[in-house]
């Protein structure tokens, strides 16, 4: 048994015009909640520190970076790294962040017990559009604030395991849990901001939206044998919904705790990192079971090719 | 709208004296009910034409062939093919196949409405073990009888669309799906004896056995968008009960028929292939994003390679 209790603390929505210090507040008070509850780890979602800000179509570079940490931590976000290490709590929480040679990330941290950052995880798949978009019901201009990861996805040994991290649309991509689960990843935490209608087919709605949650996440977690922990930014930010459904997955790939609302929450589960043996040794052991001379595509041809009329492939 | 009328044809449990003549009529009776319905294709599961008997350990080499076809169409199966024509309907079906250079597979073939072989498939992922294991509940040794594999993840244009083909622990592989995505597949059949139990960990039961199932293939349709088929031989051969199922799900994941009994047993569904466009041209349009850059470990490694102590990766 290797147990490590997690808090996944779902975050409710976030107005434009709340303050990190506000949202570090309410950071607190969960945090508070997960001590009580014998938290090791805290988990916090992607871009915590505000509002969802790409669905703003915005020029001014200065507005831009405005929603950009240069600093972690910094004046707004030191409460809490003082208080998890009092705590001798772990944490991770996203943001976006702006490198000291003004390049632009949306980032997540892993800080250990004491308080020092020994995980960082800058997004790969950054999903939606860079211009302005008209035939779409909002915006979501991730590929315009930030450029694509540039660590990969790393894993870590920390709190007596192997963890990693990736964020919200990475969690669509199997290659996304593949890669850490080639590393022997035990547990993979993410956080997300997903709008409640798909902004391309508005009929594809909530019910739709938490169900891949679910699905992409349970599939990553069964396929590597690894805890899978998804936390939301959920609720209405200035009108725009977006789902909750945060949860902790078993290495079986269950769902072992769910959340409820779509205000701060707190879910609480002790897990047990060994669990991910049964699944790693056995229907999952990769040295005996992979055949990557049949992959072979999957890392040399980014988009599709078709076979050609009349021919196979 | 690209409609193909898909049959999925469960197998009830075949017993090690049904002779292939036997289960050729089981299958026809399927085909003619898949007639009344308007089917364009019907799949039949892996290893139709017998028995599951890679869980029976076996030392002569003749008696192991004596479960191998040598010959497609052959004797026994003629009147498969003869009928498929004769209502113009392609069909798909997994046998043991005995090759004139003396390699044994675990194949499927898919047959077009003229009744010729336009797709062929030998199955990847083997699962289990070659030689006895008493470790276990009961042998599954598929890595004894067959070897994996030359084909790779072919896809063919039939039926108007793009199909290809897997076979059952081959479906618990997100890389199986990719690859066909890559191709820009359209379909996915693929047939499966799952025995109802894990033979080690007998806690792990039909209901988790029939989740797993689930979780797969809706992971692999959503994540590719592509319509995915997968049916069961099911119910108890020789004492071994396996997994029912069968079901047919949608590009979104989400499953639209699915077999209630562990019998022969038919569900039908008209599948669009246009509805594969939406996912492959917003989501998961791999062309702008997939980052072939951070998957590399996907292909150059096959087992795990964990991090160092005190030390990322």
Redesign the interface.
């Known amino acids: 048994m290797k147990n490590i209790t997690v808090a996944v603390a779902q975050m409710g929505p976030i107005q434009k015009a709340e303050t990190r210090e506000q949202v570090v507040k309410r950071m607190i008070k969960l945090m508070d909640d997960a001590k009580q509850c014998g938290a090791d780890l805290i988990v916090y979602p992607e871009l915590t520190l505000t509002t969802f800000f790409p669905r703003y179509f915005m020029e001014d570079q200065a507005e831009i970076d405005s929603w950009f940490e240069s600093e972690m931590p910094n004046a707004a976000t030191i409460p809490l790294f003082t208080k998890a290490k009092f705590y001798g709590m772990a944490i991770t929480f996203g943001y976006a962040e702006l490198t000291s040679d003004g390049k632009h990330f949306n980032t997540s941290i892993f800080v250990d017990k004491s308080g020092s950052i020994t995980?960082k995880y800058r997004k790969?798949?950054?999903?939606g559009h860079s211009e302005y978009d008209s035939n779409r019901d909002f915006q979501h201009l991730e590929k315009r604030y930030f450029q694509?990861?540039d660590l990969?996805?790393?894993?870590?040994?920390t709190l007596g395991g192997?963890f990693g991290m990736c964020i919200c649309?990475d969690r669509?991509?199997?290659?996304t849990?593949?890669?850490m689960?080639?590393?022997?990843v035990e547990m993979i935490t993410l956080g997300y901001n997903t709008p409640s209608f798909?902004s391309?087919?508005s009929a594809?709605g909530s019910e739709?939206r938490l169900?891949?949650n679910r699905?992409?996440q349970?599939?990553g977690a069964?396929?590597n044998s690894t805890w899978v922990v998804g936390v939301a930014k959920a609720g209405i930010e200035d009108g725009h919904p977006l789902i909750g459904g945060s949860l902790i997955i078993d290495p079986?790939?269950?769902i072992v705790a769910e959340a409820k609302t779509e205000e701060d929450e707190l879910i609480v589960h002790t897990c047990d990192l060994d669990s991910c043996i049964?699944g790693?040794t056995?229907?999952?052991?990769?040295?005996?079971?992979?055949?990557?001379e049949?992959?072979?595509?999957?890392?040399?041809?980014?988009?599709?090719?078709?076979?050609k009329?009349?021919?196979?492939?």
């Not at 990969?152 to 040994?157: A, D, L, M, N, Q």
């Not at 049949?294 to 076979?307: K, L, W």
């Open positions: 995980g790969v798949h950054l999903p694509p990861g990969g996805f790393p894993v870590y040994r192997i649309n669509r991509w199997p290659e849990y593949r890669v689960g080639l590393k022997g798909n391309q087919k594809e739709d169900f891949h699905l992409v349970q599939a069964y396929q079986g790939g269950k049964f790693k056995t229907v999952f052991d990769f040295s005996r079971h992979r055949r990557i049949d992959y072979s595509i999957i890392t040399s041809q980014t988009g599709v090719v078709v076979p009329e009349k021919d196979g492939s």
